[in-house]
């Protein structure tokens, strides 16, 4: 494959709102009457990056940075648990008037993670960034490059949707009421793709400048659209 000069740039970008959307998710926020994790502020934006990249570079390049983002991902959350594991310093508080421990407990409810919910969001993440990047490709060809916009939003809600179906109903069957899970389910879905639906006219901005600087407009004709294929 061909070197380009901004395709570090986005994949650093992609990986960087993937890993920040991991660590701040632990945040319930009030949107309105909604209640959504604090990482859809930033989450949807490495679907806008996935788009990019498909629509730019091509699926190959794509999957190359889809498995980056997984790997620095679990470089993170390997790094995050043995810090919590690391022997507490005695003079380590969160405040004057706090315990060793009452940082170390701060520490884990922010930063920890439960094995059930770390599997959800992994396999959520790579089916839905893959579909993601699947059907923004084969549209491209079915429209001839053309309605970049039709490609991006329905890319969008494709993936978005396998991603929240799978992370809620992974993460908190069992716990939740199914009427719960399908209602978080769907408020999910439709606020991340509404958010890139807004987000559109910075995708036209990003894209077009991408295609020029780097002369390349992919088209996946002839791609292996195997997840796991090395090349």
Known sequence: MRSYRYYTAVTAIFVTCLIISNIIAVKIAAFGSLFLPAAVIIFPISYIFGDVLTEVYGYARARQTIWIGFGCNLLAV???WIGGA???????????YDAPAAAQQAYEAILGFTPRLLAASFVAYLVGEFLNSFVLAKFKIATSGKHLWLRTISS????????????????????????????????QWLFKSAYEAL?????????????????????????????????
């Open 156 to 187: 969008t809600l494709v993936g978005q949707l396998a991603d929240s179906c799978i992370f809620i109903i992974a993460a908190f069957a069992g716990i939740l009421p199914n009427a719960a899970l399908g209602q978080l389910v769907l408020t």
């Open 86 to 96: 690391l022997p507490t310093a005695p003079f380590w508080t969160a405040n004057a």
């Open 199 to 231: 987000a559109t006219p910075l995708t036209y901005v990003v894209v077009n400048f991408l295609k020029r600087a780097e002369n390349e407009d992919y088209y996946d004709r002839d791609t292996n659209f195997n997840p796991i294929a090395l090349k």
């Open 78 to 80: 390997v790094a995050i």
